[in-house]
Structure formats: structure tokens, C-alpha cells
């Protein structure tokens, strides 16, 4: 009888241990989900979030339609694109979970919306030291423009050209188009086309340029990592254009169903032709082409 009363007079003790760790977890749980340690959950499932401490890392961020890339090497950063106005909050939130601290630049390619709509957003709430621009219409109309996304920022502008380099961390990045007054009115036509080198790899950026442009810019020869032109446009990547480049990885920011019909059939099968990898954001989420001791490697969002 005196064993039994003392084991139901335990009990209550053990749920109220129970209960006691059980609050504990929860108001962890709380704090964590306030301090922006999972802030990448997404379609329920939680991403990770590794902050790049050597080497050089690029980063394609699933914007859905439309295109925006994190740069990392040396303890530097850069952006170049920042998506549609619809994503500018997660892109914002992706480049922060990276421990990014203020960029050095935010490179737009071009003033199409799916391309620079967030610009804002990051400026205010990233910062970079420098805003890179082309030139377009006029640099008045190109300053007056960026002056509507710098605000009260501090960054500066910079209107580039063909031949410019500019410095992240090891790595170097080289304007290849367009040129000084080009007198350019198409502004896909206008897209910066940026190439970054890094210990021997070298990684091509196009934006939105088509097929007459990527002909302009050769012989080129071989690139590593290629962002595949205008979200995998029909009329850009042509045939020419992707043998001299002969890229090992090709990687395309579209969305997923999108009306645009990207990637083209045309374009993907002449990926295929020169023995590409191809990455793409509507099937595969966030991509990220790391560069760490002579090695090469892709990780994607959706990888198990």
C-alpha cells in the first residue's frame, strides 16, 4: 500500500516535467522564428542557410520570373539584378540570411522591372557602397533613375561601360558591354554583360541580351558558369555563341508555368549540344555554383 501511494504521488512531478520542458522548447522555438533563424522556410520546409566563409560563391535566388544573383568572395559581396517588385522582400531576406553586411556594389543589368525591382528594397534595408549601372537613353535619364532607388542611402552611382573592372574580394569582374555612348533604346540590348574571374574560373553574366549582341561579343572562349541570356529567350544563346563558350554549367532564372514559355525547347537543346549542366530555378529553387580550392560544385535548393 505505501509503495503504491508513493508512485502516484510522482507522477503529477513527472508531467509537470514534462510540461516545463515542453515550454521551454516552445519559447526557443519563438525566439529563434523572431530572431530570423528560419527565415527561410519555405513550402514548409526549412532551407539552409550557410554563410559562405572562403572561396567564391554565386548565388541565382529563386525570384520566380525574372532574375537576381549574390555574390560573395573575401568577406565581400555584390548583387547583380534584384528580381520583380513581388520578390523584393525575399531577396532582401535571402542576401541577410547570408550574413551579408552592406554590399560593396548592386550591379542592374538593365531598367526592366523583373530585373531591378527590388532594387529599393535591398538598398534600404542591405546598402552598397556603389550602384553600377549602363548607360541608356541618356546618362541624365540613367542617374535620374537611380537616384529614384538610392533615396537617402549613401550609395553611390556609377555608370559603366565596356573595358571597366571593378574588385570583389580575389575576384574580378570586367564589363563587356555595352560600350560608351552606344546609343542603344532596347534596353534587353542594353543589359550589362559582366565576366567574373576567380582562380582560373571564369563565370559569364549576360541579363537580357539576344542573339545579335552575344555575336558582337566574340570569341569570348571558354567559360565555367554561364547565366543563360534573357531567362532562356529562343532568341538569345544562339548556336555560335554557346560552341565558344562551351560552358559547364548553364543556369537559368524563370518561373515556374511562366507565359513566356522559358526555357525555350530551342535553347535547352542547344545546351545540351555543347555538354552543359543546366540548372533552373522553376525546377530546382535557389542555385549555388561554389568555388572553393581548384573545385567547382553546384548545390541547389531542392537537393535532398
Known amino acids: 500500500m505505501s509503495r503504491h501511494g508513493t508512485q502516484t504521488g510522482r507522477r503529477p512531478w513527472r508531467a509537470l516535467l514534462r510540461g516545463l520542458l515542453a515550454g521551454c522548447l516552445l519559447l526557443l522555438f519563438v525566439l529563434a522564428l523572431r530572431s530570423g ?50 520578390a523584393a522582400q525575399s531577396t532582401a531576406d535571402y542576401v541577410l540570411d547570408r550574413g551579408v553586411g552592406r554590399l560593396r556594389y548592386l550591379f542592374v ?55 571597366e573592372q571593378f574588385a570583389l574580394g580575389e575576384a574580378v569582374i570586367t564589363v563587356l558591354h555595352p560600350p560608351l555612348d552606344n546609343g542603344i533604346d532596347d534596353m534587353n540590348q542594353l543589359s550589362l554583360v559582366l565576366l567574373v574571374e576567380y582562380s582560373g574560373r571564369r563565370l559569364l553574366i549576360t541579363g537580357d541580351i539576344s542573339g545579335e549582341v552575344e555575336q558582337s561579343l566574340l570569341p569570348l572562349g571558354h567559360v565555367d558558369v554561364l547565366q543563360v541570356a534573357h531567362h532562356g529567350s529562343g532568341a538569345s544563346s544562339c548556336r555560335e555563341f554557346l560552341e565558344d563558350l562551351s560552358p559547364e554549367h548553364a543556369l537559368i532564372s524563370c518561373g515556374r508555368n511562366n ?43 531542392y537537393d535532398s
Open 37 to 86: 533563424l528560419f527565415r527561410g522556410i519555405s513550402g514548409g520546409r526549412l532551407l539552409p542557410l550557410p554563410a559562405d566563409t572562403g572561396g567564391f560563391a554565386l548565388h541565382m535566388i529563386d525570384v520566380g520570373q525574372g532574375q537576381a544573383l549574390l555574390l560573395t568572395c573575401g568577406g565581400e559581396s555584390a548583387v547583380i539584378d534584384t528580381g520583380p517588385p513581388s
Open 109 to 163: 543589368t538593365h531598367p526592366h522591372s523583373d530585373h531591378c525591382g527590388g532594387a529599393g528594397t535591398l538598398l534600404e534595408q542591405v546598402g552598397a557602397d556603389t550602384l553600377v549601372i549602363p548607360e541608356y537613353l541618356s546618362a541624365e535619364a540613367a542617374l535620374a533613375t537611380a537616384g529614384d532607388w538610392v533615396g537617402r542611402t549613401g550609395t553611390q552611382v556609377a555608370v559603366t561601360h565596356t573595358g
Open 259 to 301: 507565359d513566356y514559355g522559358h526555357p525555350h525547347a530551342v535553347v535547352l537543346e542547344r545546351l545540351e549540344a555543347v555538354g552543359a549542366s543546366i540548372w533552373r530555378t522553376d525546377e530546382q529553387g535557389s542555385i549555388v555554383v561554389r568555388i572553393r580550392e581548384g573545385q567547382t560544385t553546384v548545390e541547389t535548393e
